[in-house]
């Protein structure tokens, strides 16, 4: 690496800068900043030059730009290794700066200097190291001590550089459009939404969305995605979902949005209390009607023909309109969570290429239960595992979420399902690793299951299916 010949500060946050300072100047490194960090370094003993000295003119509009010039920027991102670089630079007098290091002013103040300096600097890491954050400064100086920079170090500066523009950007983007929310998860957590590709659906009625709204609306439009394990309802059937807590607690599917909710909140009304509710058609004063005398926190539907007026009768309801589409759009998107501080991101779990359904029991499902295995293991995908749903003439009757034994979850959807559990279809999000939990299934009544096949004791859970004489599907992908 070329001599260290003169170092750029632009500090926001100066934290480390006196130690930083004191080894540039060991090395003999000429030290140019900005006016706050200069005198910040001033205050230290350290002495530094003004980047108006760079620049030949001072720091414009209060500041706001200071650092934008050619005479800074060329002697940041020249060619050290073309002679023709080399002798332009020597005919403006372009000082050659080695080393740049730079801390973003934080959002919502919106740094344009800054970031472009790190930018040139993390692009001509041949000859430059970029700086962008305190804690590198222990490394670099030990670096520069030990006779300057390599420039597999340099590189490594570069690439997070880069990503700290890349960040800055990002929260930057956020701060200018994000959305205060009511509340979090509790009313003493602060909560703002930042939105994403999808824009949020539009609110037609009722009080501020709190962060669980969002969270249950997010799952109930899910819902009302179509997978294609099954060949689909038909194009008049209508699906209508009740969500409490992300997870799902009644849904249905219907010839008419009036008696698809009716039925899906009919199917667990002490768990629909205090949830919301999506209908994948328009909502008419009639279907409206179907949400009388349940407290709900949010009811969601593509259009609403009518049925505002009844609505708002709710007086605490929020009604949300979605555009057409989003629910399959959101259900193909990737999905993504934070974990460990950083992001957790997935496939979707909806389009399954090369999935197979393969009849394993001696006994055939009926048409009928065809109908309910495909609703029961389109419903079972967004249930939180160990997760069991009982269907029975496309309603569900039983559904149980989190449970952390398959056995347990069986007998509570099952308890939940009561005599409708008779005849029913259920679907289990994960394959059955004794036969005790479709012998649950079989106990209640069940006469139709779907799970993911694999289990080292598939064998005996299929001998369990036939001996009871129920009809038993293996698919070979699982939705935990």
């Known amino acids: 690496m070329p001599e260290e010949r003169a170092a750029l500060l632009s500090l926001s946050d100066t934290t480390g800068a006196v130690d930083l300072a004191h080894a540039l100047r060991e090395a ?5 900043a900005t006016s706050g960090t200069k005198a910040f370094l001033e205050r230290h003993g350290i002495e530094a030059r003004d980047v108006a000295d760079l620049a030949g003119v001072p720091a414009l509009f209060g ?27 020597a005919q403006h007098g372009i000082v050659e700066i080695a080393i740049v290091a730079v801390t ?19 692009k001509n890491h041949a000859s430059v190291s970029a700086l962008s954050d305190p804690r590198q400064y222990e490394a670099f100086t030990a670096a520069l001590r ?49 939105p994403g590709s999808e824009a949020l659906p539009e609110q037609l009625f009722g009080r501020a969305l709190s962060y669980n709204n969002l969270l249950d609306l997010d799952a109930a439009l899910r819902l009302l995605a179509r997978s294609d394990a099954f060949e689909a309802g038909t194009s008049k059937t209508v699906r209508a979902v009740v969500v409490k807590h992300t997870i799902p607690c009644g849904a249905a ?29 328009p909502l008419d004063a009639r279907a409206a009607t179907a949400l009388a005398g349940v407290f709900l926190e949010l009811v969601a539907a593509p259009a609403f023909d009518g049925a505002l007026d009844v609505l708002k009768k709710k007086r605490n309801l929020r009604v949300m309109r979605f555009r057409p589409g989003l629910p399959q759009r959101l259900a193909n998107a990737r999905t993504q969570r934070s974990a460990l501080g950083g992001l957790l991101s997935q496939e979707p779990n909806m389009e399954n290429p090369g999935e197979e359904l393969r009849i394993v029991s001696k006994r055939e499902p009926t048409s009928d239960e065809w109908s309910d295995l495909r609703f029961a293991w389109d419903i079972v995908r967004h249930v ?3 997760g069991i749903v009982i269907v029975k003439d496309l309603v569900t009757r039983g559904i149980c979420a989190g449970q952390t034994n398959r056995v347990g979850a069986v007998e509570i959807a099952a308890a939940r399902a009561g005599a409708n559990a008779l005849g029913a279809a259920c679907a289990s999000d994960g394959f059955f690793p004794f036969a005790d939990g479709l012998h649950a299934a079989i106990s209640a009544g069940c006469r139709a299951v779907i799970a993911p096949g694999g289990s080292i004791r598939d064998d005996e859970v299929i001998a369990t299916a036939d001996g009871a004489g129920i009809a038993l599907v293996f698919s070979s992908y699982r939705h935990f």
């Open 384 to 386: 939180k595992s160990n």
């Open 146 to 194: 030990g006779g300057g920079t390599t420039l597999e170090q340099r590189r490594a500066l570069a690439v997070a550089a880069f990503e700290r523009v890349a960040q800055y950007d990002f929260d930057n983007a956020v701060a200018l459009s994000v959305a205060g929310l009511r509340y979090g998860e509790n009313p003493h957590q602060r909560a703002v939404f930042h």
């Open 63 to 89: 500041g706001l730009v200071k650092t934008l010039h050619p005479a800074l920027f060329g002697g940041i991102l020249y060619d050290r290794s073309r002679a023709a670089h080399r002798e332009e630079a």
């Open 253 to 281: 599917e219907r010839t008419s949005a009036e008696e698809a909710l009716s039925l899906a909140i009919g199917a667990d009304r002490m768990s629909a209390y205090g949830g919301i509710v999506a209908v994948d058609a």
């Open 28 to 32: 003999g490194t000429t030290i140019f």
């Open 104 to 122: 973003l002013y934080p959002p919502p103040e919106i740094d344009i200097g800054g970031v472009s300096l790190l930018r040139a600097a993390a």
